[in-house]
C-alpha cells in the first residue's frame, strides 16, 4: 500500500532521471560472483550496530531483520519492542505486516498458473474475465495477464487507494478502474498501481477454482512451510507474537496504532497487493525459494524460467548514479555497479519491511519494522551490499527508498496566505455532493464547523477553514492525514460542486452537487 521517500543516509533527494531503457532479462544473472566467503560475523555485527543506532534516530520501537545464503540461514533476530512503552520484546518470531511485499507472491501464483498451462502471459484479461475494464476501451481489450503486474497500465500513481480508509471492499475499487483516467499512455511509463494486482489475483481465482486466500495457504504459504504467515485476517487474534504498528508524526513521539484502530483492514482491502502479514524467519524460505530458482527444499514449486521472468525489468523506472532500476513483475530490478539486486519494499500505513536479493552473491537480506516512515530495511540493503561487494560504486545520488516513491508527486505544502478571505456563511456550503467512483457524500455543519461524510463506513472528517472557498480535511484518529477540500461557489448562491485533493484519480477529484 502506502509508500515513502528517501534513505536519510543517502545525499541529496530523489530526482526523477529520464526514463532508461528496459534492462534486457539475460542481465538478471550478470554481475561478478564473490571473491571470498563472507565474513559473516563481522556483517551481522555491522548491521545490527547500524539497525539498532537508526532506531534511535528515526523513533522506530522495533525490528528484526534475517540473512540467507543460498538454504543457509545466517541470522534471524530482533530488536527493541513490539509496542512503544512496553517491555515486550522483538524477536524473530514477530510477525509483521509485509504490505507490498505480497505483491511477489501473487506475481509467483500467476507463474505457478501459466507453468500448469491455465494461462498465458499474453492472454487478453477481458477474456478470462469479463467484467475487467480500463478507462480507454482499446487498452481494455488489448491489456495482457503480463501487463496486470508490471506497473505500466498508464493509470495514476496509487490510484484509488484512500477508497481503502472509507469502507469500500476490494472489488470496489478494482472495478471502479475504468473510472480512472490515464495519465500516461498504455505502457509508456511506469506508474506505480496497487488495485491491479486484484485482477490478477482474480485471474488465478477464476482458474483454480481457489479464493487468492486460500490460493497463497495451499500454493504457497503451506509447501515453502511458512508457519508464522497469513493472508486471513481472522487468523491475527489467535497469534502470540505480533508486532504493534506506529505511526511518527514529529516532533511527536511514535503513536502504537489501537487495536481497534478503524483503518487497520485497509491492508486486507489492499489483498493481493498488501495483505501479507509473516516474520522474518519465514521470509527467509521466501528468499530461498527464489535464490533456488523455484525449489525448495528438494521440491520444485515454480519453473526456473518462471522465476526469471518475475525477476526480469519490465517498465523503465529511473537511473541514480550507476544504479538503473526498472519494475518486474513484484520486483524491483536495480542494476547496481557490482551486480543487479532484485527488491521489494513494502510500507502498511504503520509498518515498512523489505525482501532483497543479491543473486551474485546468492544472499538474500529480509527487514521488517513496526513504524511506517522509517528508511531502515533500504540503508540495512545499501549496507550489506557495499559489504559483500567491497569495490561497489558508493551511491552518487538519492536511492529511492520504495518502488512506488519513484513516481509520486511532492506533498503539498500547507502555507496559510496572508490576508484571509473572510468565511461565507457555512449553509452555502452544505449539501450533498456525487462522485462516479467514490459516490455521494454529504457537507454539513456540527458545532459551528463543517463535518465531510464520506463512504459506507461513513467517515466524518472535521474541516478547518484555510482560506476563501479552501478547506483543509482530517481524518479522526490517524495522525498526519489531511487533505485539501475546494468549493466551487458561485457569486450570491450555494457551492456547485467540491473538489477533495487526495481523490483526484476520477474526475480530478470534483464531486457535483446532487442536494440539499
Known amino acids: 500500500m502506502r509508500q515513502h521517500s528517501v534513505p536519510a543516509r543517502l545525499p541529496g533527494a530523489v530526482v526523477l532521471a529520464a526514463l532508461l531503457a528496459s534492462i534486457s532479462p539475460a ?22 550496530t547500524l539497525a539498532t543506532s537508526e532506531m534511535v534516530k528515526q523513533s522506530v520501537p522495533g525490528l528484526s531483520f534475517a540473512i540467507v545464503q543460498g538454504d543457509t540461514l545466517i541470522h534471524a533476530k530482533g530488536y527493541g519492542v513490539k509496542k512503544v512503552g512496553t517491555a515486550a520484546a522483538v524477536t524473530e518470531h514477530t510477525v509483521f505486516e509485509a504490505a507490498s511485499v505480497t505483491k511477489s507472491f501473487t506475481s509467483v501464483l500467476v507463474g505457478m498458473a501459466v507453468d500448469e498451462g491455465k494461462l498465458k502471459w499474453d492472454d487478453r484479461v477481458v477474456e478470462i474475465l469479463p467484467h475487467f475494464r480500463m478507462y480507454d476501451p482499446w487498452v481494455t481489450k488489448e491489456f495482457r495477464v503480463d501487463d496486470l503486474m508490471a506497473q505500466r497500465s498508464g493509470m495514476p500513481t496509487y490510484s484509488l487507494d484512500e477508497m481503502g480508509l472509507f469502507g469500500w471492499e476490494r472489488w470496489d475499487l478494482a472495478r471502479a478502474v475504468d473510472l480512472v483516467e490515464p495519465t500516461y499512455s498504455f505502457r509508456a511509463q511506469y506508474s506505480y498501481v496497487n488495485t491491479l494486482w486484484t485482477w490478477a489475483a482474480g485471474l488465478v481465482e477464476k482458474r483454480w477454482g481457489l479464493s487468492w486466500e486460500n490460493a497463497m495457504a495451499r500454493r504457497i504459504l503451506g509447501p515453502l512451510g511458512m508457519t508464522e504467515s497469513t493472508v486471513d485476517p481472522e487468523v491475527l487474534p489467535y497469534l502470540d507474537d505480533v508486532a504493534t504498528g506506529h505511526i511518527v508524526v514529529a516532533p511527536a513521539p511514535p503513536w502504537p496504532v489501537p487495536a481497534d484502530w478503524p483503518y487497520r483492514d485497509a491492508v486486507d482491502v489492499g489483498g493481493p497487493s ?22 525448495f527444499e528438494g521440491q520444485r514449486l515454480l519453473s526456473a524460467e518462471t522465476v526469471s521472468r518475475l525477476h526480469a525489468a519490465r517498465s523503465s523506472v529511473m537511473s541514480v548514479g550507476p544504479r538503473n532500476l526498472s519494475y518486474a513483475q513484484g520486483w524491483i530490478y536495480d542494476s547496481r555497479s557490482q551486480g543487479p539486486v532484485i527488491w521489494h519494499n513494502g510500507s502498511s500505513l504503520s509498518m515498512h519491511s523489505i525482501v532483497a536479493l543479491y543473486p551474485s552473491a546468492n544472499v538474500g537480506l529480509l527487514v521488517m519494522t ?28 538519492a536511492a529511492p527508498t520504495t518502488a512506488a516513491a519513484l513516481s509520486r508527486p511532492p506533498a503539498p505544502v500547507r502555507v496559510r496566505p496572508d490576508g484571509v478571505v473572510p468565511l461565507l456563511p457555512l449553509a452555502r456550503y452544505a449539501g450533498s455532493y456525487s462522485n462516479p467512483a467514490f459516490g455521494t457524500i454529504t457537507v454539513g455543519e456540527q458545532k459551528g464547523a463543517l463535518v465531510v461524510t464520506i463512504g459506507p463506513r461513513k467517515v466524518g472528517l472535521p474541516a478547518t477553514h484555510f482560506s476563501g472557498n479552501v478547506f483543509t480535511l482530517l481524518l479522526p484518529d490517524y495522525p498526519g492525514w489531511e487533505t485539501k477540500a475546494t468549493f ?15 481523490l483526484t484519480y476520477v474526475k480530478e477529484g470534483w464531486f457535483e452537487r446532487t442536494g440539499p
Do not use: C, M
Not at 490 to 496: K, L, Q, R, T
Open 27 to 48: 542481465a538478471a544473472s550478470s554481475g561478478p560472483a564473490l571473491e571470498a566467503t563472507p565474513d559473516w560475523p563481522a556483517i551481522v555485527k555491522d548491521l545490527e
Open 274 to 295: 498488501a495483505s501479507l502479514r509473516t516474520t522474518v524467519l519465514d521470509l527467509a524460505k521466501w528468499a530461498r525459494f527464489h535464490l533456488a530458482g523455484g525449489t
Open 370 to 397: 513496526n513504524e511506517a516512515d522509517n528508511t531502515i530495511p533500504e540503508g540495512l540493503d545499501a549496507r550489506l551490499y557495499s559489504l559483500l561487494f567491497p569495490a561497489a560504486a558508493p551511491p552518487t545520488g
Open 488 to 502: 466551487d461557489v458561485p457569486a450570491g448562491g450555494a457551492a456547485s460542486r467540491l473538489q477533495i485533493e487526495k
